[in-house]
């Protein structure tokens, strides 16, 4: 059976607050039975609070309207966060008297307070969840979607993929994309000619000799938008710009929350995707540019596949707006998603959801409810005055 994804458009069809976002919110809440849900559950708000001057993400209405719900229904709410961004929360106008309850660093202020998995997957052999995050007894996955420079997009899967993780799993999470091998030094016969003429190729600095071992090769794979201009002058075989290396991270994000989600019971979460001023880049970054495309709506549903999917597809609908993109960055790739065409055929958003539904953490088909749709606006037809 198809899982359900409630779903409140950002269009509006009248000039009404109970057609916008937040009262959607509302909407979707009540249909996920989210009071009925949290009666004395220790309930954990995992949102991203952002970055220094970044405005892009949740906003507090939308976050206090949870955080009233879950009091509404009897449960105590918290929101957690990684520890830097929770320390200058505030000055994002996140604070326990705007959102209504405590934000706490979801693994201690200095990231000790954790809960090891062991599960080994390339250069992981355990996962450090949070502790605030295990300690809870329900989750509220509460994201807001944007572009990501390591797997195309950000939003409810890399919201606990990364936040419920203490910072050095965060580490091991990125470097798995260099796990597998992707510099050949033997095929390089004249490494001090072929190394800086492969540097010079790429515009966006995203391969450099690598600083710690000098005469190899090193790929910054968030920088690299797979364009293959590197691959034109270095030398036959010495140089590989492949998917294992880009989807070691989505695949680490579906183990990360799965490990992360073993510990709420079933039915324990809810998932809530917000997809409006959606960025290139993602909230870490520190700073807000504009949106890269149309403001979509929001999504909720039990099945964090399913609302990912749900967001996915309908962003697909959309166009990129392309003069909007930072200029540092470039579109060279049509096909797909638009996520996809701004970050690079390897960054394919959708590896990410077949990869949570591999992983068993939910259903990539899923019937999508409009809990608010639009309604056709009848206009009186205005009658003809002449000028004269
Ligand atoms: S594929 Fe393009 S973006 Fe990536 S490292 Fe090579 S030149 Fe740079």
């Given amino acids: 059976m198809p899982s359900k994804v409630y779903f409140g458009t950002a269009r509006q069809s009248l000039l009404e607050a109970k057609e916008t976002l937040p009262a959607k919110l509302d909407l979707i809440l009540e249909q996920l039975h989210l009071r009925e849900r949290v009666k004395d559950e220790r309930v954990v708000i995992k949102m991203h609070t952002a970055n220094n001057i970044g405005y892009s993400t949740l906003h507090p209405v ?3 309207k949870v955080v009233q719900a879950v009091k509404d229904g009897g449960g105590k709410p918290f929101v957690a966060d990684v520890p830097w961004d929770v320390a200058g ?3 994002r106008g996140y604070s326990a008297e705007s959102l209504g309850c405590p934000i706490y660093p979801a693994a201690g202020p200095d990231e000790k307070y954790y809960y090891e998995h062991q599960r080994p997957y390339k250069n992981i052999q355990s996962w450090k969840v ?3 995050i295990q300690d809870a007894t329900f989750m509220v996955n509460f994201a807001h979607v944007k572009g990501h420079p390591s ?6 899967i890399k919201n606990l993929a990364l936040g419920c993780m203490a910072g050095e799993t965060r580490g091991r999470m990125h470097d798995s994309m260099h796990f597998d091998q992707y510099w050949f030094p033997e095929n390089c016969p004249d490494p001090a000619t ?3 003429q492969i540097a010079a190729s790429c515009p966006f600095q995203a391969i450099v000799e690598d600083k710690k071992a000098p005469g190899t090769m090193h790929l910054h ?5 797979q364009c293959g201009r590197c691959l034109k002058v270095a030398p036959q075989g010495s140089l590989k710009i492949d998917k294992v290396n880009f989807e070691s991270f989505m695949e680490a994000c579906a183990i990360s929350v799965s490990e992360t989600m073993s510990t709420f019971q079933l039915g324990k979460a809810i998932h809530i995707n917000l997809a409006t001023q959606m960025t290139p880049l993602c909230d870490c970054f520190g700073f807000t540019g504009m949106a890269i495309l149309p403001d979509v709506g929001i999504f909720g549903s039990d099945d964090i596949v399913a609302v990912e999917q749900a967001t996915l597809d309908a962003i697909a609908q959309t166009k990129l707006i392309e003069e909007n993109i930072p200029l540092a960055m470039e579109v060279h790739f049509r096909e797909g998603h638009p996520f996809r065409q701004l ?6 958003p959708y590896k990410t959801t077949e990869y949570a539904e591999k992983y068993g953490l939910g259903s990539r088909i899923y019937e999508l409810v ?3 749709p639009l309604v056709k606006v009848e206009r009186a037809a205005l009658p003809y005055t002449s000028a004269n």
Avoid: T, W
């Fill in 194 to 196: 072929s190394i800086p």
């Fill in 89 to 91: 929360a505030e000055m």
């Fill in 62 to 64: 939308f976050v206090r």
């Fill in 151 to 156: 797997n195309g997009f950000g939003a409810a």
């Fill in 370 to 372: 409009d809990i608010y």
């Fill in 130 to 132: 949070a502790g605030f």
């Fill in 221 to 225: 794979m968030e920088q690299c938008n």
């Fill in 343 to 348: 970050h690079g055929p390897l960054k394919d």
